[in-house]
């Protein structure tokens, strides 16, 4: 293929070439160059072919809009869909086109991605003259200044014009010595590559920035996301050309007039020797001139019948003329011509080997409606303009429909130091010139199915003519009958196109009958420009509905794509979620502790020993703690140190047992319930002095706890005199449990006398270890047998652990894990709050009236009287005891009447629906009853103790008897050791 | 007796187990290390009242005013602002000349005596993590959203807030250098956090 790169020119290093694969062929680029520059300066006409029509297509634009040139780039994750016209050429990428659509790799993006947050007095959105101008005004002020460029240069707009003037100087000079005064000044931080691409509420803007394949630092992330607070935004994000609506206007070759200039002014390639320049407006006549100038053949056909501006020399210029059809076996090769009129019959034809098409400007407004910034419809800019800056924000350039240069450059500047733009409205339009108001060129043949709309969606005007004729009216509802603007480029190419569409549309003469309050029904009057989103009626005696009086689809994050692995960052693998260890947890790790997540806590699951498996460890660890000696790591219980001279008080309303008078030095369990009088939390309480106390709360539900606790007294009993202070992590907690425990706490804490008379269940004693470590000693038990739980500050966790195992060593002192805890306890109907309740479990329920005083009014009491609550067909906790006592069954499983359960073993589904009377909370293998239980709340339980029942799960129906809630030691004889 | 010394030796803190990672993953950018077994000790009492004032003789020093706020006070000692009554008094390891962290909190229970309140021994309940050097604030800035700028942020300026999705103090104690202080079961998570972040910057 012949190269199409000028031997001077443009913004490239033509001393720095960069090879680069496409397919399976390689090519040469410079720096500088994106992959679509560089694959149409190597002859590259063809790119991947359109997404369902499978049409040729070739680039179109040079920019974020594009939608035909994507590419997949290979490696160790293959990125798809990446815009050619964006991608940075660097050494040695390798790359496929893509047919509109992207695979997705199935492998594990391992490169790094992460986030970081700051604060910016203003940030600017885009670098072209606009926001370098207001940069440059921001930072003289000395404020704090962010400049974010989604290109990898800056300039903007000026890229593509790097010898227009401004202020004196060529453009490229120009933007080279803005950029140096702001990388020179302190308060100024610019990021390229960098895309602001959600725009929030208090002014919360959202970027992605891409770093690695420019930059190779170890630990350097390839993407990063950045997070700004801004005091003030500029948003000079410039505006996208829009293409026009022709027969076969997606064949390559066909490209925006602004690409064709931006290609050959910032990448020195000349796209085309023949030019044909498709134009509404005068924008195109200085690429015309740009492109005669190198060498072109250039014809312009304006759809006019006059231009705003000075005619270029040496271009033909033809006016009241259009293109109304594509020629050329796959890439153009000729244009058929018309008047714009119709008058001409018999269409001309022109050859070419460039379509260049400007069909007016619609400004970037996608940030400023991202905040419901308002739009207007302006009749004379053809286009929607932001009727006024949302709070703490300003517009400058291409957005407002600023068109030259120097109205960019004060108008950046007034935008940068918060004052009042210098440019007045109407000059905008009185400088833009005409824009010709055309949205369909009717084809030759009489159908509109080469008609693109939405190129890479391949929706045709054939399309929206559909929808429309199938009673969409509403520009949301074309686009979600059609899927214009849902492609990668969110409706960038294809969104107002669309809307002006189908204000030609519903202009027919059969749309007359279309409803009240639809669009296209004629109205008596209607404003010249219409206000978006005003009830959407046609707005002139003509019964041609202005786009404004359309509106446009909604703006949502992001602008452009984020790939999901940038949002999560670095929360991924071993950082994805905090593991909260104990002091103790490396030693636990030691002895082979398997692990289970509680809360975020790690907690010890079990110790398997070397070939035991969960059962056989589980087995030995029940064994160990209910006929000789074991130990656990109770730390994270919540512990919360309540003081205040009515802290008794205070805990006397929380929990639905007494506390009022609990003797400094003892302990007691209490519960506390929700004003519903269900259960909430549970947890031993030690009175350390008359105002003073520790309360200890379930692992998971500590913080909820000391909220709940806040709550009561600030918000309900702000008289009490009562603070709490959580100390969960201040204490480490040991608990030492079996009949042979006493032995072991002797010899940790010798100064203790812990005989049954002289430290009796429930009391707790402040000692110094043998060790010299301070503890406090709590006679308690979660098993039923003779226990101890030892606290120290944490800072000696660990080397209470050791201690521990050493004074056990020689009685064989065995690790056990929560699995252990959890039969242990569920042995004796110890209920676990979570597991064995659900929010829905009263004291009663589980067979803990004796914990609900009848004498104090407390959290939860007047529930109690509820109709509900005293009902029978409560769910009440019971055991089941299968009758094969090897069976455990599910947690989770029904419970069912013996006489509900089908027949014999089912072949299909049981006869529905089958009543159910309960359900299997928590399930175990007992070694002390040796045999499988379970604890269930099932309906009317306590009633049905000795009955047998049925147990279901996974179509199995099994016979169980009901019991008492507590397996093991009903008389709590064990306790004392 | 049990000399006390020895007793001292047998402190582990959170983040013993990771002084060489920690050391591996500082450079000349950015340095992070443990402070360990600083004394802690948390107040509750309402500002301006009684109790307040009798805290704030026996610290030698006010409780500070509002957010962000740190109060210097003799003997190495600090006071940061938690709350709208919760403080946190700082006191050097009993090993560079602090006192004992229970002996500290007795000093100012008897100082709170009956009146309301609360003062209790927080010294376990938290480690401290020093990070420092000219890049320090862009480790930080990564994950967390605070304005850390020295003029929103200046030296002496301590919050609770998150990183990332962990609850910590982060205290500014000079330009280049910050306390970031989890809770002791977080530590080693927000630790290798921290070193994760600072991979670039080494």
């Given at each position: 293929?012949t190269?199409?790169r ?18 399976s062929t390689?090519?040469?680029g ?12 190597n ?9 369902y029509l ?26 798809s ?11 040695d990428?390798?790359m ?17 991605y ?7 007095d ?9 926001g ?8 003289a ?6 400049l974010?460029e989604?290109?990898f ?7 593509g014009?790097p010898?227009e003037?401004?202020e ?5 000079e ?8 702001l ?9 390229l ?14 970027a992605?920035?891409?770093r ?11 993407q990063?996301?950045?997070?700004l607070?801004?005091?003030r935004?500029?948003?000079?994000t410039g505006?996208?050309?829009r ?8 064949r ?10 931006a ?5 020195g ?10 134009t509404?407006?005068?924008s195109?006549y ?5 492109l005669?100038a190198?060498g ?7 759809a006019r019948?006059?231009a705003?501006c000075q005619?270029p020399?040496?271009?033909d ?15 153009v090769?000729?244009?058929r ?9 018999v ?5 070419c ?7 007016g400007?619609s400004?970037n ?9 308002a ?8 286009g929607?303009v932001?009727?006024a ?12 429909g600023?068109?030259w ?16 733009s210098?440019?007045?409205a ?6 833009a010139?005409?824009?010709a ?19 890479q ?10 929808a429309?004729?199938?009673g969409?009216?509403?520009v949301?509802?074309?686009?979600r ?5 849902t ?13 002006g569409?189908?204000t030609?549309l ?7 009958a279309?409803p009240?309050?639809?669009p296209g ?15 959407g ?5 003509s ?20 790939a999901?692995?940038a949002?999560?960052?670095r ?5 994805y ?10 030693r636990?790790?030691?002895l082979?502790?398997?692990f289970e ?5 790690k907690r010890?699951w ?8 969960m ?5 030995r660890e029940c ?7 074991a130990?656990?790591?109770?730390t ?10 009515d ?19 003892k302990?007691?369990?209490g ?16 009175r ?9 709360t ?33 204490w480490?907690t ?9 032995q072991?706490v ?15 269940f ?17 006679r ?11 606290n120290?500050?944490g ?7 050791d ?12 690790p056990?894990?929560t ?5 242990l306890r ?15 479990v009263?004291p009663?329920?589980?067979g ?9 009014e407390?959290?939860?009491?007047r529930?109690?009287?509820?109709a509900?609550h005293?009902?029978?067909g ?21 419970v069912?009447?013996q ?7 089912l ?26 239980f379970a604890?269930?709340?099932?309906k009317?339980g ?9 147990a279901?799960?996974?179509?199995r129906?099994?016979p169980?008897e009901?019991?008492d ?13 | 007796m049990v000399?006390r010394?020895s007793?001292l030796e ?8 990771l ?6 993953g500082?450079g000349a950018g950015?340095?992070l290390?443990?402070v ?13 009242s009684?109790?307040?004032a009798?805290l704030?003789?026996a610290?030698?020093?006010?409780l500070p005013?509002?957010v ?7 003997a190495?000692?600090?006071?940061l602002w938690?709350?709208?009554?919760e403080?946190?008094?700082l ?5 560079d000349g ?5 002996a500290?909190t ?8 009956e ?5 209790v021994?927080?010294s ?6 020093e ?8 480790v930080l800035?990564?994950s967390?959203?605070l ?8 030296v ?5 807030t ?26 080693v ?11 670039e910057?080494?």
């Amino acid at each position: 293929m012949t190269s199409r790169r000028l031997a001077t020119g443009g913004l490239i290093g033509r001393d720095e070439t960069i090879k680069f694969t496409l397919g399976s062929t390689t090519y040469a680029g410079f720096a500088g160059d994106t992959v679509a520059s560089a694959a149409l300066a190597n002859g590259i006409a063809r790119v991947g072919d359109s997404i369902y029509l499978r049409r040729p297509r070739g680039v179109m634009t040079c920019g974020v809009e594009e939608p035909n040139a994507f590419v997949r780039v290979e490696g160790g994750y293959g990125e798809s869909m990446l815009p050619a016209t964006t991608l940075e050429l660097a050494d040695d990428l390798q790359m496929t086109w893509e047919d509109g659509i992207g695979t997705l790799d199935q492998s594990v993006d391992d490169a790094e991605y992460d986030h970081m947050h700051v604060h910016t007095d203003v940030a600017i959105v885009g670098a072209g003259p606009a926001g370098l101008s207001a940069a440059r005004a921001a930072v003289a002020t000395g404020v704090r200044v962010t400049l974010l460029e989604q290109d990898f240069a800056l300039g903007g707009s000026l890229l593509g014009r790097p010898g227009e003037q401004v202020e004196g100087r060529p453009a490229h000079e120009w933007v080279q010595q803005v950029r140096a005064e702001l990388e020179a000044a302190p308060n100024c931080r610019i990021l390229l590559r960098t895309s602001v691409f959600g725009s929030y509420d208090n002014n919360y803007l959202v970027a992605l920035e891409k770093r690695t394949g420019h930059l190779t630092t170890e630990g350097m992330s390839r993407q990063r996301v950045w997070h700004l607070i801004v005091g003030r935004v500029v948003l000079a994000t410039g505006s996208f050309e829009r293409s026009l609506i022709f027969a076969g206007n997606d064949r390559p070759g066909v490209m925006l007039a602004s690409a064709a200039q931006a290609y050959l002014g910032r990448f020195g390639v000349l796209v085309g020797e023949r030019v044909v320049v498709f134009t509404t407006n005068d924008s195109a006549y200085p690429v015309a001139a740009d492109l005669a100038a190198v060498g072109a053949t250039v014809t312009v056909l304006d759809a006019r019948p006059s231009a705003g501006c000075q005619l270029p020399p040496a271009v033909d210029v033809r006016f009241g003329m259009v293109v109304v059809e594509t020629l050329g076996d796959e890439v153009v090769t000729g244009v058929r011509i018309a008047s714009a009129d119709g008058s001409d019959v018999v269409p001309q034809e022109l050859e070419c080997d460039l379509l260049a098409v400007s069909g007016g400007w619609s400004p970037n407004v996608s940030l400023h409606s991202q905040r419901q910034g308002a739009l207007r419809w302006d009749e004379r800019l053809v286009g929607f303009v932001p009727t006024a800056p949302v709070a703490r924000q300003a517009l400058a350039g291409a957005v407002l429909g600023t068109s030259w240069t120097e109205g960019c450059l004060s108008e950046g500047a007034a935008a940068g130091a918060d004052e009042v733009s210098p440019v007045h409205a109407g000059e905008r339009a009185d400088r833009a010139g005409a824009t010709a108001d055309l949205w369909l060129v009717p084809g030759p043949h009489g159908d509109l199915a080469t008609h693109f709309v939405d190129p890479q969606r391949d929706n045709t005007a054939a399309d929206v003519v559909r929808a429309v004729g199938a009673g969409m009216r509403s520009v949301e509802h074309v686009k979600r009958y059609t899927s214009i603007s849902t492609g990668l480029d969110q409706g960038k190419i294809g969104g107002v196109l669309t809307i002006g569409l189908l204000t030609q549309l519903l202009s027919a003469p059969d749309m007359a009958a279309v409803p009240a309050g639809q669009p296209g029904q004629v109205v008596g009057d209607g404003a010249e420009d219409g206000e978006v989103n005003e009830g959407g009626r046609a707005t002139n005696a003509s019964m041609r509905p202005s786009p404004g009086a359309l509106g446009t689809t909604t703006f949502r994050a992001p602008f452009t794509p984020v790939a999901f692995v940038a949002l999560a960052g670095r929360s991924r693998g071993q950082l994805y979620d905090p593991a909260r260890l104990t002091p103790s947890h490396g030693r636990q790790v030691e002895l082979g502790a398997r692990f289970e997540d509680v809360g975020q806590w790690k907690r010890a699951w079990y110790f398997a020993r070397h070939g035991e498996d969960m059962d056989a460890a589980v087995a030995r660890e029940c064994r160990a703690a209910r006929e000789n000696v074991a130990y656990m790591d109770a730390t994270t219980l919540g512990k919360i140190e309540v003081r205040g001279a009515d802290a008794a008080t205070f805990l006397n309303r929380i929990y639905t047992n007494a506390f009022a008078k609990l003797a400094v030095g003892k302990q007691r369990y209490g519960v506390m319930c929700r004003p519903d009088g269900m259960v909430f939390d549970d947890g031993v309480t030690f009175r350390l002095a008359d105002d003073r106390f520790v309360m200890t709360t379930t692992t998971g539900g500590a913080a909820r706890v000391l909220e709940w606790l806040e709550e009561w007294s600030q918000t309900e009993w702000p008289d009490l005199d009562v603070w709490f202070t959580s100390v969960t992590e201040q204490w480490t907690t040991i608990a030492v449990v079996g009949p042979r425990s006493r032995q072991v706490v002797a010899a940790l804490a010798p100064d203790l006398d812990v005989s049954k008379e002289g430290f009796e269940f429930m009391a707790f004693r402040d000692t110094t270890l043998a060790s010299g470590i301070p503890a406090r000693i709590a006679r308690v038990t979660f098993s039923g047998e003779l226990a101890f739980e030892i606290n120290v500050s944490g800072w000696y966790g660990q080397s209470l652990w050791d201690d521990v195992s050493a004074a056990g060593e020689s009685l064989g002192i065995t690790p056990y894990g929560t699995e252990t805890m959890h039969v242990l306890r569920a042995e004796k109907a110890y209920p676990i709050v979570g597991q064995d309740t659900d929010g829905t479990v009263t004291p009663q329920d589980l067979g803990m009236s004796w914990v609900v005083s009848t004498k104090k009014e407390f959290v939860g009491k007047r529930s109690y009287e509820r109709a509900s609550h005293n009902a029978t067909g409560r769910k009440q906790l019971v055991s089941l005891l299968p009758l094969d006592t090897t069976l455990r069954l599910p947690e989770g499983s029904q419970v069912i009447e013996q006489a509900a359960a089908p027949e014999g073993p089912l072949d299909g589904p049981a006869r529905m629906p089958i009543p159910m009377i309960g359900h299997v909370t928590s399930s175990y293998h007992s070694q002390a009853i040796g045999r499988s239980f379970a604890l269930a709340l099932v309906k009317d339980g306590r009633d049905r103790v000795g009955q047998q029942a049925v147990a279901s799960f996974g179509g199995r129906f099994v016979p169980v008897e009901i019991g008492d809630a507590v397996v093991y030691d009903k008389e709590g004889t064990r306790r004392d050791g | 007796m049990v000399d006390r010394s020895s007793v001292l030796e047998r402190r582990r803190s959170p983040l013993h187990a990771l002084t060489e990672e920690l050391e591996h993953g500082s450079g000349a950018g950015v340095q992070l290390h443990e402070v360990p077994f600083l004394a802690q000790i948390g107040l509750r009492v309402r500002p301006g009242s009684p109790s307040a004032a009798a805290l704030e003789a026996a610290l030698a020093g006010p409780l500070p005013a509002g957010v962000g706020q740190v109060t210097a006070l003799p003997a190495g000692r600090s006071t940061l602002w938690l709350g709208p009554d919760e403080y946190l008094v700082l006191a050097p390891d009993e090993r560079d000349g602090g006192l004992d962290p229970a002996a500290l909190t007795a000093e100012l229970v008897t100082a709170l005596g009956e009146l309301p309140g609360q003062v209790v021994d927080l010294s376990a309940n938290r480690t401290t993590l020093e990070l420092s050097g000219p890049h320090a604030q862009d480790v930080l800035d990564k994950s967390c959203r605070l304005d850390l700028d020295p003029q929103a942020f200046p030296v002496g300026h301590a919050v609770a807030t998150l990183l990332e999705s962990v609850g910590v103090i982060v205290w500014r104690t000079d330009v280049g250098t910050w306390r970031v202080m989890p809770r002791a079961s977080f530590a080693v998570h927000v630790a290798r956090w921290l070193l994760d972040g600072m991979r670039e910057y080494r």
